[in-house]
């Protein structure tokens, strides 16, 4: 049973970079079948695409967030991380890991969340 | 502000029908990707409830269905139950972005 597990700090200082891993378990990350991404939801909101990462390392931002963006993968771990630099309280939210489903362009798995709140 | 746009809450008594809209445009669901939908619980994460337009997962009771046309799609509930208060979104596909958009969301009551 595929499992995606977030790990990183629950609190980062404003403009300082927000580093979150999702380390995956069943399902090899250098599969070429599915793509990888991370979705976020601000308290009490919707949620919010944030990226993508396939196996081979090539990878999609939502545009608001490029210029702070970078997601890699690690096959060697399997593991997908997330950075987010120059965070603010906006950023402030309950950060997901997803995989692609497997017959189509949504989310077949989640994570189960990990909040990280932006606050000095 | 969604680029998928759905009604902030429904509701309905046990027993009753209730739908959810999902309005998109042709950059997303009218250029013919397809609609998915996700119930999320409080405090939990969303899951899936609805793939490729209106197949269900195993495990998803058949009281959920969905529809999807020209630029929007739908998701009802019959026989509402207790347990299906929740959000619910929707989520597409738009090939500018090369990535997920989702609904704002919609609250379901059970009165």
């Known amino acids: 049973q595929l499992q995606l597990q977030e790990s990183g700090p629950g609190l980062v200082k404003p403009s300082e970079t927000l580093s979150l891993t999702c380390t995956v378990s069943d399902v090899s990350t250098s599969s070429r079948s599915y793509y990888w991404g991370w979705i976020r939801q601000p308290p009490g909101k919707g949620l919010e695409w944030i990226g993508s990462v396939y196996y081979s390392g090539s990878t999609s931002y939502r545009p608001s967030l490029k210029s702070r963006v970078t997601i890699s993968v690690d096959t060697s771990k399997n593991q997908f991380s997330l950075k987010l630099s120059s965070v603010t309280a906006a950023d402030t939210a309950v950060y997901y890991c997803?995989?692609?489903?497997?017959?189509?362009?949504?989310?077949?798995?989640w994570g189960q969340g990990t909040l990280v709140t932006v606050s000095s | 502000q969604s680029v998928l746009t759905q009604p902030p809450s429904v509701s309905g008594a046990p027993g009753q029908r209730v739908t959810i809209s999902c309005t998109g445009s042709?950059?997303?669901?009218?250029?013919?990707?397809?609609v998915h939908w996700y119930q999320q619980l409080p405090g939990t994460a969303p899951k899936l409830l609805i793939y490729g337009n209106i197949n269900r997962p195993s495990g998803v009771p058949d009281r959920f269905s969905a529809s999807k046309s020209g630029t929007s799609a739908s998701l009802a509930i019959s026989g509402l139950q207790a347990e299906d208060e929740a959000d619910y979104y929707c989520q597409s596909y738009e090939s500018g972005l090369i990535g997920w958009v989702f609904g704002g969301g919609t609250k379901l009551t059970v009165l």
């Open positions: 042709s950059s997303n669901i009218g250029a013919g990707y397809d």
């Open positions: 997803a995989r692609q489903g497997a017959y189509g362009d949504y989310v077949g798995h």
